[in-house]
C-alpha cells in the first residue's frame, strides 16, 4: 500500500503564499490535492492529468495555485498564492495507480490519500 505524506501546511494572512508538498512511499501515477472546509464535502482543487505535466485546476484557484509534479521522486507540489480566507481547509494529497482522466469528472479515479495537512488564511 502506497502511502502518501504531506508537508508545508500552516497560517497566513490574505494574499500570502504557501508551498505544499507530498512524497509517495511507492510509485504512483498522476497526482493531486483535494481540499476539505469542515461541514463541506472534500472538493478536487487541481491535478496532474497526463505524463506530459498537463494540469486542471478548479476555477477558484486558477491563475493563483500551480501544481507541478516530479515523478522520479514521487513528490507533487502545490503552490498556493494570492491566499484568501476561503482557501482555508485541510489539504490532501492524492494519487492513482497510473494517469486516468474524464475531463467531465477531472477528480475521480484517486487510489491513494494522504492524511491531509491544515492551511488557515487569516484575513
Known amino acids: 500500500q502506497v502511502q502518501l505524506v504531506e508537508s508545508g501546511g500552516g497560517s497566513v494572512q490574505t494574499g500570502g503564499s504557501l508551498k505544499l508538498s507530498c512524497t509517495a512511499s511507492?510509485?504512483?501515477?498522476?497526482m493531486g490535492w483535494f481540499r476539505q472546509i469542515p461541514g463541506k464535502e472534500r472538493e478536487g482543487v487541481a491535478r496532474m492529468y497526463s505524463f506530459r505535466n498537463n494540469t486542471w485546476y478548479i476555477d477558484s484557484v486558477k491563475g493563483r495555485f500551480y501544481i507541478s509534479q516530479e515523478y522520479a521522486k514521487n513528490t507533487v507540489y502545490l503552490e498556493m498564492n494570492n491566499l484568501k480566507p476561503e482557501d482555508t481547509a485541510t489539504y490532501f494529497c492524492?494519487?492513482?495507480?497510473?494517469?486516468?482522466?474524464?475531463?467531465?469528472?477531472?477528480?475521480?479515479?484517486?487510489?491513494?490519500w494522504g492524511q491531509g495537512t491544515q492551511v488557515t488564511v487569516s484575513s
Open positions: 511507492g510509485n504512483t501515477g498522476c
Open positions: 492524492v494519487a492513482q495507480r497510473g494517469c486516468d482522466f474524464d475531463w467531465r469528472r477531472p477528480f475521480v479515479g484517486f487510489d491513494y
